[in-house]
T-cell receptor, first 115, second 112 residues
Framework: GAVVSQHPSRVICKSGTSVKIECRSL??????MFWYRQFPKKSLMLMAT?????????EQGVEKDKFLINHASLTLSTLTVTSAHPEDSSFYIC???????????FGPGTRLTVL | GNSVTQMEGPVTLSEEAFLTINCTYT??????LFWYVQYPGEGLQLLLK?????DKGSNKGFEATYRKETTSFHLEKGSVQVSDSAVYFC???????????FGQGTELSVKP
C-alpha cells in the first residue's frame, strides 16, 4: 500500500524558534497533500491543503504567516511553524492524496512540544 | 455545510463483546464515507469505506453500511479483541472530492 512518512516524529523546541516538519509520499506521487492538527482527545482539524507548485489553501482561522507550507515536489511537502509558542504544541498529521481514486494516506504524525 | 457526528466515548468493552459505534452525517449530494482508526501515538489508518448508498465496507471483522435514508454509517464488529483498542474516526468526503470532514472520534478500550 501507499506509504507516507513524516519527519521528525517528535520535536521539542524553545519558544520563539521555528520548526520544520516534512511529509513525504514514499512510493507514489501526491498531487495534493493535507496538513492537520490534532489536540489531545480531539478530532483532526484541517489546517491547509497543499498542491504541488502552487500556494497552499488555508482553512479559516489558520494563520498562513505562522504555519508556512511548501509543496516543492510531488513527493514532499513541508510545514514550518514559525516563532513557535507553547500554544502551538500539538500533534501534526499530514496526508497525501493519490491522483487515481483520490484516496488519502496519512503519515504517522509529529508531536511538537514548545517549551 | 457538511458535518459528521459520532457517539461520544470512551467506550469500554470486554473481549469478545459486540461493538457498535454510531456515526451520522449531514451532506449535500452523495458523499463517500470512511472509518479511520488511530492507535496510540500513531497517525490514521483507513479501516473501511463506502462510496454509494447501500454499500457495505468491511475489513478485519469490522463492517459499516452506507444508509442514505438515515444518513448513517455505523461501525460494527461482532467480537472485539484487546488489540482493537484505539480511537475510531468517522469521516466523509463530498462527491466533488477534496478534504475529509472528520467526526470527533470515539475511544474504544477493550479489556481482557
Amino acid at each position: 500500500g501507499a506509504v507516507v512518512s513524516q519527519h521528525p516524529s517528535r520535536v521539542i523546541c524553545k519558544s520563539g524558534t521555528s520548526v520544520k516538519i516534512e511529509c513525504r509520499s514514499l512510493d507514489f506521487q501526491a498531487t495534493t497533500m493535507f496538513w492537520y492538527r490534532q489536540f489531545p482527545k480531539k478530532s483532526l482539524m484541517l489546517m491547509a491543503t497543499s498542491n504541488e507548485g502552487s500556494k497552499a489553501t488555508y482553512e479559516q482561522g489558520v494563520e498562513k504567516d505562522k504555519f508556512l507550507i511548501n509543496h516543492a515536489s510531488l513527493t514532499l511537502s513541508t510545514l514550518t511553524v514559525t516563532s513557535a509558542h507553547p500554544e502551538d504544541s500539538s500533534f501534526y498529521i499530514c496526508s497525501a492524496e493519490t491522483g487515481t481514486n483520490n484516496e488519502q494516506f496519512f503519515g504517522p504524525g509529529t508531536r511538537l512540544t514548545v517549551l | 455545510g457538511n458535518s459528521v457526528t459520532q457517539m461520544e466515548g470512551p467506550v469500554t468493552l470486554s473481549e469478545e463483546a459486540f461493538l457498535t459505534i454510531n456515526c451520522t452525517y449531514t451532506a449535500t449530494g452523495y458523499p463517500s464515507l470512511f472509518w479511520y482508526v488511530q492507535y496510540p501515538g500513531e497517525g490514521l489508518q483507513l479501516l473501511l469505506k463506502a462510496t454509494k448508498a447501500d454499500d457495505k465496507g468491511s475489513n478485519k471483522g469490522f463492517e459499516a453500511t452506507y444508509r442514505k435514508e438515515t444518513t448513517s454509517f455505523h461501525l460494527e464488529k461482532g467480537s472485539v479483541q484487546v488489540s482493537d483498542s484505539a480511537v475510531y474516526f468517522c469521516a466523509l468526503r463530498g462527491n466533488q472530492g477534496g478534504k475529509l470532514i472528520f467526526g470527533q472520534g470515539t475511544e474504544l478500550s477493550v479489556k481482557p
